[in-house]
């Protein structure tokens, strides 16, 4: 589907109330997003589509049914190879209602003494701009589940994924090189090129 005209990435509210990813996905587009907060709304909605690309659509018609502006939105999770069905789409889920380092430590303690420690992270954006009307970008990146936590930047589980080629996970990695590869960044930096195009 294609982009409406008049599109502008300054006018984009993201479908979210995390100020971590409001921060990343601005830094990727290059200029700020917005968070339902700043109009003064209390934004939740149920993630029970069944896949990221339902997830994210989820997200993006709630807030613009909200708001009547465009808006994009995103749905990401981590598959690890050796605990099918456990994360995915679920990632957000995991474990239940613990903190993010509980999850994390939980997540290495169910790979100790795996081999197989192959994962990937995956994101889907979306550009919503009504009626049915958007643009959809999916994008991955492959790494593997390290051994212990390393890193203070980032979030999620950035602080376990671990990328060989670099010899660092993504939150130990330079936030310039971040924003350019991670899975958030290929999909985003996509998005803006179909919305600049």
Do not use: W
């Amino acid at each position: 589907m294609r982009v409406k005209q008049g599109t502008q990435l300054s006018d984009l509210y993201l479908a979210s109330n995390n100020l971590h990813k409001a921060n990343e996905v601005s830094a990727i587009l290059g200029c700020p997003v917005k968070l339902p907060a700043q109009l003064g709304l209390n934004f939740a909605v149920t993630e029970d589509g069944g896949s990221f690309i339902a997830n994210a659509l989820i997200k993006a018609k709630a807030l613009y049914s909200l708001i009547n502006r465009p808006v994009i939105a995103d749905d990401s999770g981590l598959i690890v190879e050796a605990l099918p069905g456990e994360l995915g789409v679920e990632t957000a889920n995991f474990a239940g209602d613990i903190s993010q380092q509980q999850k994390n430590s939980l997540l290495l303690d169910k790979m100790q003494g795996v081999s197989n420690r192959a994962a990937t992270f995956v994101c889907v954006a979306i550009l919503y701009e009504g009626d049915n009307n958007f643009t959809l970008v999916k994008r991955e990146l492959a790494g593997e589940i390290a051994r212990q936590m390393q890193g203070e930047a980032g979030f999620g589980y950035d602080s376990v994924f671990y990328l060989a080629e670099y010899g660092e996970t993504l939150a130990q990695l330079d936030e310039q090189l971040k924003n350019k590869l991670s899975h958030r960044a290929l999909a985003f930096s996509q998005l803006k090129k179909i919305i600049m195009a």
